[in-house]
């Protein structure tokens, strides 16, 4: 079918084409019959994506140093994909004490009644590692710093243990992003980022991707994309397109903000302890400076023991920093983690509960005096207490 001339004249944009389809159409029958031959960087099927999504995988390859890349519905979606793609019953799964919750409870609810062993291990843990590898062991799952208590691991001592032993590596790298630690440089096997967070930057969309070297990796987690329908709305690969033209804007100005009230907190008399690696107080802060290159832009602290009335005045207390879950976005988050929910059940960082700040692009004296003024509300109540 021919178009009309005057859509025929040459165009060009600075976004990118958002090509939908679930239908994927061939020229003859043979292109049909052997259609799963184009995959994993072709097309076959809508479920492992279109023109977009391969745009998005290459961008996000080369910010990792990484040869293929695989992109998820989330962070979460991402990580479950990582190790579906290859942990079986039989084999025994390593996973940090201080990964998302999701991936732990899949791990124990659900891997753990298909046979797999799992194990949860200390989060601080560097070679140490190599004592707890067995010969059925298949992964082991990081994530630095700690999604809520901010240990750091060393990664390059981990790795080196895991490729003797002929055992894959995943770090959840969302914290750091690409532009803060290259993890595949430091021997990670796959590189797992929920592109929620610093990648779309503006908390209007859910992704995660999986970055990777080994072709023949990269082969199995297209294949389990498409297997557990695993697929992504070109949509939403454009707003994360989008997202990638000011990363590093937005991680460098984030950072800075993030260092500055920070420091303000270590010196609040109600901050009992503040978890952040980039200050020279926090034990991984030498792992941090040896191995990363940007602050992050998440933190968290512990108050002054007081009453649960007292944290309800902080976080009602609050103008700028917004209260929710998730972190990365271009505004302030504040959360809460009970002590209950975050503490390590075999490795407890803390019994108490936690207070995690997520530092966007707000003017960062307003955010202090928002903080302060927050703090005096809990310090009054812990007072009356």
Same mark, same amino acid.
């Given at each position: 079918?021919?178009?009309?001339t ?5 165009? /060009?944009?600075?976004?990118p084409?958002v090509?939908?389809?679930? @239908?994927?159409? $061939?020229d003859?029958?043979?292109? $049909?019959?052997q259609r ?6 072709? $097309?076959?099927? +809508?479920?492992? +994506?279109?023109? @977009?999504?391969?745009?998005? #995988?290459q ?6 140093n990484?040869?293929?890349c ?8 991402a990580?479950? @994909? ?6 079986r019953?039989?084999d025994h799964?390593?996973?940090?004490a ?10 124990e609810?659900?891997l753990?009644?298909?046979?797999v062993?799992?194990?949860?291990y ?14 059925? @062991? ?18 390059p ?15 959840d ?9 290259k ?6 096997d ?5 592109a929620t967070?610093?990648?779309g ?6 992704m ?21 329908g695993?697929q ?5 690969c454009?707003?994360?397109?989008r ?12 950072g800075?903000?993030t260092?500055?009230?920070?420091h ?6 109600m901050?009992?302890r ?5 200050? #020279? ?18 933190f968290?602290?512990i108050?002054?023991?007081a009453?649960?009335s ?5 976080f009602?207390?609050l103008q700028?920093?917004?209260i929710?879950?998730?972190w990365?976005?271009v505004h ?6 009970? /002590? ?19 530092i966007g692009l ?9 903080l ?8 009054n ?5």
């Amino acid at each position: 079918m021919s178009l009309p001339t005057s859509s025929q004249q040459a165009f /060009a944009s600075l976004s990118p084409a958002v090509m939908r389809a679930s @239908t994927v159409v $061939f020229d003859t029958f043979e292109d $049909f019959v052997q259609r799963k031959q184009r995959q994993p960087d072709g $097309f076959s099927y +809508g479920v492992t +994506g279109t023109p @977009t999504a391969r745009l998005l #995988e290459q961008r996000v390859a080369a910010l990792e140093n990484a040869r293929h890349c695989v992109i998820a519905p989330s962070g979460a979606a991402a990580l479950m @994909t990582t190790v579906m793609g290859f942990v079986r019953g039989g084999d025994h799964l390593l996973v940090s004490a201080a990964c998302y919750g999701a991936l732990k409870t899949f791990a124990e609810k659900w891997l753990a009644h298909m046979g797999v062993e799992v194990e949860l291990y200390r989060p601080d843990i560097g070679a140490d590692i190599a004592e707890l590898i067995k010969p059925t @062991t298949r992964m082991i799952c990081m994530e630095a710093p700690g999604t809520v208590t901010m240990e750091m691991q060393d990664i390059p001592a981990i790795t080196a243990v895991a490729r003797q032993r002929g055992v894959l590596t995943m770090l959840d790298n969302t914290w750091a992003s690409p532009l803060g630690l290259k993890c595949l440089d430091h021997g990670v096997d796959f590189s797992i980022q929920a592109a929620t967070k610093f990648l779309g930057g503006h908390s209007d969309v859910l992704m995660g991707c999986i970055s990777m070297n080994d072709h023949g990796h990269y082969d199995i987690l297209r294949e389990t994309q498409s297997i557990l329908g695993q697929q992504v709305s070109p949509e939403d690969c454009f707003l994360v397109l989008r997202g990638l033209e000011t990363l590093q804007l937005r991680v460098q100005a984030q950072g800075a903000s993030t260092l500055q009230v920070a420091h303000h907190l270590t010196r609040h008399p109600m901050v009992e302890r503040l978890m952040y690696p980039p200050l #020279e107080s926090d034990p991984g802060h030498a792992l941090w400076k040896r191995d990363y290159k940007t602050h992050g832009c998440l933190f968290s602290m512990i108050l002054k023991p007081a009453p649960e009335s007292a944290f309800h005045g902080f976080f009602d207390a609050l103008q700028h920093f917004v209260i929710g879950a998730s972190w990365g976005g271009v505004h302030s988050l504040a959360a809460y983690y009970p /002590a209950a929910l975050q503490a390590n059940r075999a490795f407890p960082a803390t019994d108490q509960p936690v207070v995690r700040l997520s530092i966007g692009l707000e003017d960062p004296t307003l955010l202090i005096a928002d903080l302060d003024q927050a703090l005096a509300q809990y310090a009054n109540a812990a007072a009356q207490a």
